[in-house]
């Protein structure tokens, strides 16, 4: 497993505050022929880790800017790829 950085490792607990927030995370196949695990849809963590103030206005319900989707996008990404989530177009899980 490759280390995180302070930025990656703040992410990382914002997403996992999310996965422990009681009714938001639901077990669902993420991917065919895997076992079920326990997720949230990509929106739920949009939402989660803009309500910790990740980005955009922490109330508000406007549509992230470019710059903000690619963050949460490079974000996501990289945090699949250091083995920390999992990650479909639709689904985000812990590893």
């Given amino acids: 497993m490759w280390s995180l950085t302070?930025?990656?490792r703040g992410w990382l607990r914002d997403i996992n505050d999310l996965f422990a927030a009681p009714g938001l995370a639901v077990e669902?196949?993420?991917?065919e022929g895997m076992k079920p695990?326990?997720?949230?849809?990509?929106?739920q963590v949009r939402d989660?880790?803009?309500?910790?103030g990740r980005f955009g206005d922490a109330t508000g319900d406007a549509k992230l800017t470019g710059a903000e989707r690619n963050a949460?996008?490079?974000?996501?990404?990289?945090?699949?790829?250091?083995?920390?989530?999992?990650?479909?177009?639709?689904?985000?899980?812990?590893l």
């Fill in 37 to 43: 695990w326990v997720t949230l849809t990509r929106d």
């Fill in 72 to 94: 949460l996008y490079k974000m996501l990404n990289t945090l699949k790829d250091k083995g920390k989530i999992g990650l479909t177009d639709q689904l985000v899980w812990l």
């Fill in 6 to 8: 302070e930025t990656q």
């Fill in 48 to 52: 989660g880790l803009r309500s910790k």
């Fill in 28 to 31: 669902r196949v993420p991917v």
